[in-house]
């Protein structure tokens, strides 16, 4: 899956960005559209893509293998869109929570979570996530809010990267190599057990009285390389999180 959203959307922490000395020889960042070209290539009997008003782009490719259990999905309600990748053990016990058909899969019950959290609130958001029993990750975009929220399953059976593109959009994908080739040294594993919210930033729904700090991160030859986000155990924050148009979340410090 691929989602790409323009920095007037959504702002990831600064540390994720690694400027490239002049000296430097090494991949540069790329534009979205770039991004969005190599990814349709490398998935070229499989794959769809939407660009979604102005500043957003997602794309995804099916799943070719007939048994596995992940599923790969992307689904659109209401001006809400899903990207889910992944499977979610307690699929059937969401689905009469939030009142919805059968038929319904991962991703439609990702969105109506992620409405109840925005409508019908006031939840906190890491309870509503954590209640999400599996392997997943999903990135959603809602493009009447023109907000992004994004999480990675805590279990690690799933991955999720993040970078920065040439011109600061926020990229998230589970394929390694686009991220890699797309935005250079700008780029991190998503922190498993997080979610990221475009109005408050990044956050560990395992652990949300405690704030985020991002790590340095080296690559294999020593350069680096995006950030490392892990739970700052010994901070605390004074708020829960909650997303809407009164989201309140305190997230993450550079260290």
């Known amino acids: 899956m691929l989602g790409i959203f323009q920095k007037a959307i959504a702002q990831p922490p600064k540390e994720l960005n690694s400027p490239v000395a002049s000296s430097e020889v090494c991949r540069k960042p790329t534009h979205p ?6 990814f349709l290539s490398s998935h070229p009997h499989n794959s769809l893509s939407a660009t979604i008003g102005d500043g957003a782009i997602m794309a995804y490719a099916r799943d070719d293998r007939h048994f596995s259990i ?9 001006d809400i869109y899903c990207l889910f990748f992944g499977h979610l053990n307690n699929l059937s016990s969401l689905i009469k929570q939030y009142g919805l058909t059968k038929a319904s899969n991962e991703a439609t019950v990702v969105i109506e979570a992620y409405r ?11 309870q509503v996530v954590k209640d999400l ?4 990750s999903f990135v959603i975009f809602d493009s009447k809010a023109r907000t992004v929220f994004a999480a990675l ?11 920065i593109a040439a011109d600061g959009s926020v990229v998230f994908s589970n394929d390694l190599e686009v991220i890699k080739e797309g935005c250079g040294r700008s780029f991190a594993p998503f922190p498993a057990g997080c979610m990221f919210h475009s109005e408050g930033g ?3 729904f395992e652990h949300p009285m405690h704030k985020m700090k991002a790590m340095p991160r080296v690559d294999s030859e020593g350069v680096m390389c995006g950030a490392s986000f892990n739970v700052d155990k010994y901070s ?16 993450w410090e550079s260290h």
């Not at 029993?133 to 997943?136: D, M, P, R």
């Not at 605390?236 to 997230?251: C, D, F, L």
Request: charged share 20%; hydrophobic share 35%.
């Open 133 to 136: 029993n599996g392997s997943f």
């Open 236 to 251: 605390r924050v004074s708020t829960m999180p909650r997303v809407g148009s009164e989201a309140n979340w305190t997230v």
């Open 202 to 204: 990044l956050m560990s």
């Open 70 to 78: 992940h599923q790969r999905l992307f689904c659109g309600c209401d």
């Open 116 to 126: 109840t959290l925005r409508d019908r609130g006031p939840y906190p958001a890491d």
């Open 33 to 38: 559209n770039e991004i969005l070209k190599a």
């Open 153 to 163: 399953g805590s279990d690690g059976g799933v991955e999720l990267f993040w970078g």
